[in-house]
Structure formats: structure tokens, C-alpha cells
């Protein structure tokens, strides 16, 4: 679950105008039929959307490097696509987040870019995965089978270039076609998951080049909906466990401090078959906290998880706290964004693994203005 909604702010940030009204906009509803490998390219009836690559990668040393690249598009005219003669016709915004944290010596480092859909600059197929931003891109490097990706970004003091290849079949998260976020028709996304990709190729940081490997997590997620006015941010989870197991969980939070009810998440086994997980099947839930000395936010740090039928209570930490995220930039929203590992805190057999962990709405600029 990534910032589906509130990179609805960045048109407002940029535009200084409130996009159409939701209501214009197709709405992610239960029934949906995807389709491969054309579900990974753009879906322009849809108000938001993104692709988000994250992941955790060790170098010949051992060192450790997780990363995070994120293209959003933010539709400005609802209504199927019109060609247009104009190359300068603008009907979508794109925005770029990408991030890589030095975890040995816990230096945090982060790249923001924004452009129209127009002119080449930026844009996205509706065909398959191929999304760019000027020279940030992501896209499928064997055509119509959509076995291998690769990723690519550059900004001041890194670079990044990855090649990446699904251990395990993609993952359709919800019930019915839809990940359900708040009560109500279209208050809910089409979200789907690779979460298991093989990653190798090369990292740059301050002009040393890294021979890396490790594992990524791939999220394409797209509706038109928007946070209820009750809710102001959630707390997002990935994880990829030593037995082959995979986690997501999300929890939607409301301004009472209560947890949305329709908060729920994913158990992807090692052979790649699913369960979806209700509110009530898991715990995840802060042991400490951290005070950003930027954004005055203060953040959960340190978790404990737990999906109590499946066996798994772990503890999961970061591999910094400092790894805030301030998009002046580009979306405008303040948030927590980072690597983190994990490891078993009970149980016969002992797990390990890596993640990432998102949280929206602990900082003043994180909460969505609407």
C-alpha cells in the first residue's frame, strides 16, 4: 500500500487548483479482471497511480544498501485518453522518489523529481511496465512475457541501475479484485505485488562504484478515491522472511487513534499461494518512537508483528531512524520511509528477514489537507 492518495495533494501543490471531482474518475470496485502483462502499464481512466521498487541490497563486503524508487501519476482530466496533435498537451502530472541508505553509517540519502506528461519527459505505456521520468525509469526488458525488469536512476552522490527477476508469481491483494482501504463503494485501489524479485547490477554513492545483489518488492497500485476525512495516515509493511514467506500488512489510521476496520494484508507462502489476512489475524504494533529533529513528527520505531495462526512473532527494527523522507519538491507530504530486518521472537525454528516499513500522517506535512 503506497501513497495512493495523497499524491492527489501534489496537483494542488503544483496546480494550485483541486482536481476534478472523484466522482469523474473510474473507481476501483470489486470484480475488477486484470489482465498481464497490460495491468502493469498505465490505467489513465484511474485518478492516481504508481509503481513502487524497493528492496534491500548487500555488496561484496557485506555492506548493506536498501533503496526505494517510486513513480506516481497524478491524472488532471478524467474521461478515456484523446490523441492529441499537441506535444504539449498535458493531461497527467508524474512525480519520482528515490532514496538509498548507507545502513553502516546510517546516512540517508534522497532524490525527488516532478514533470508533465508531456513532451517526453515523462509518461508511462498502457501496454506493459515502461514508466520514465527524464532519465528515471522502469520497465520490462522481455517484452510481452514480463519475466525480468530493470530499474535505473541517477541523482547527486548516487546512482543506481538494478536488473530484476520475480522469484515468485505476482500477488493480487484483497478480496474480489480490490484492496479495500476505508467503508464504501470506491474507497479502494487495485493493488497488486510482486513480492519476491531477485535483484543484481551496480550502485554508485559519492562516485564509489558496488557490485550489489539482494531482493526487491515491486507495487503497482491505482483508484480514484481518497482518505476518508476521518483518517489521517497509515503504517505500511513489507517483508520477505528466511523460510520463503512474504508479509504485507497496512493499517489504516483515524483521528480517534483507532484503526480503520478494513486494514488487512497479505501471507504469501514460499510456493507462492496467497492468504488474505482480516484486521483481526495480526498485530502490528510500535515498541518505541523516534522525534524527527526536521519535521518535529514523531514516528513508531520498532515493532513487534505477529500473525498468530501462521506461527510467525517477530521483532523488526530499522537500519536507521533517521530515514524521513520531506518532498518539498514534488508531493509536498512529509513521511517515514525505510529498511528495516526482522527475526523471530519465539518459536522452534528461527526466522530472519529484510523489508521495508511506510508511515504516512506523524509529521504536520504528512497529513492530507482535504
Known amino acids: 500500500m503506497k501513497k495512493l492518495f495523497t499524491v492527489l495533494l501534489a496537483a494542488v501543490f503544483i496546480l494550485g487548483a483541486v482536481p476534478a471531482h472523484p466522482a469523474s474518475w473510474r473507481q476501483a470496485l470489486p470484480g475488477y479482471h486484470y489482465q498481464f502483462p497490460r495491468d502493469h502499464g498505465a490505467h489513465e481512466a484511474f485518478r492516481t497511480e504508481w509503481w513502487y521498487f524497493s528492496g534491500n541490497l548487500q555488496d561484496s563486503e557485506g555492506g548493506k544498501y536498501p533503496f526505494m524508487l517510486t513513480f506516481f501519476r497524478v491524472g488532471l482530466r478524467p474521461g478515456a485518453p484523446r490523441k492529441s496533435k499537441s506535444r504539449w498537451a ?9 532514496s538509498v541508505l548507507d545502513a553502516k553509517r546510517e546516512k540517508h540519502r534522497f532524490a ?31 517484452g510481452d512475457s514480463s519475466s525480468s525488469f530493470r530499474i535505473s536512476a541517477a541523482a547527486p552522490e548516487m546512482k543506481l541501475r538494478l536488473d530484476l527477476k520475480p522469484a515468485k508469481p505476482l500477488v493480487i491483494h484483497g478480496e474480489n479484485g480490490v484492496s479495500q482501504k476505508a467503508p464504501g463503494p470506491g474507497r479502494a485501489s487495485h493493488y497488486y505485488s510482486y513480492t519476491r524479485l531477485l535483484a543484481s ?17 515491486m507495487d503497482h497500485e491505482f483508484g480514484s478515491n481518497q482518505l476518508t476525512k476521518d483518517q489521517v495516515g497509515w503504517d505500511w509493511l513489507s517483508l520477505q522472511l528466511s523460510d520463503g514467506r512474504d508479509l504485507m500488512l497496512y493499517l489504516m489510521r483515524r483521528k480517534d487513534g483507532s484503526v480503520e476496520p478494513t486494514s488487512s494484508g497479505t501471507l504469501v507462502a514460499a510456493d507462492g499461494s496467497t492468504t488474505h489476512l482480516h484486521l483481526g489475524d495480526f498485530r502490528f504494533k510500535g515498541t518505541g518512537s ?81
Open 90 to 98: 498535458l493531461r497527467n502530472l508524474y512525480f519520482g522518489h528515490f
Open 112 to 142: 525527488e523529481r516532478i514533470s508533465r506528461g508531456a513532451l517526453e519527459q515523462a509518461g508511462a505505456s498502457d501496454k506493459g511496465l515502461k514508466v520514465w521520468l527524464r532519465d528515471w525509469r522502469a520497465e520490462s526488458t522481455d
Open 201 to 217: 547490477g551496480a550502485l554508485e554513492i559519492e562516485g564509489r562504484r558496488l557490485d550489489v545483489r539482494g531482493t526487491a518488492w
Open 290 to 370: 523516534w522525534k524527527s529533529e526536521r519535521s518535529g513528527g514523531v514516528y513508531p520505531m520498532g515493532w513487534e508483528v505477529e500473525v498468530p495462526a501462521h506461527g510467525l512473532r517477530l521483532r523488526v527494527e530499522p537500519y536507521a531512524r533517521a530515514q524521513e523522507i520531506e518532498s518539498a519538491g514534488s508531493t509536498g507530504i512529509t513521511y517515514w520511509e525505510g529498511g528495516v530486518f526482522a527475526e523471530s521472537i519465539s518459536g522452534d525454528k528461527k526466522l530472519s528477514g529484510v523489508g521495508f516499513i511506510e508511515m504516512t500522517g506523524y509529521a504536520h506535512e504528512g497529513r492530507p489537507k482535504f
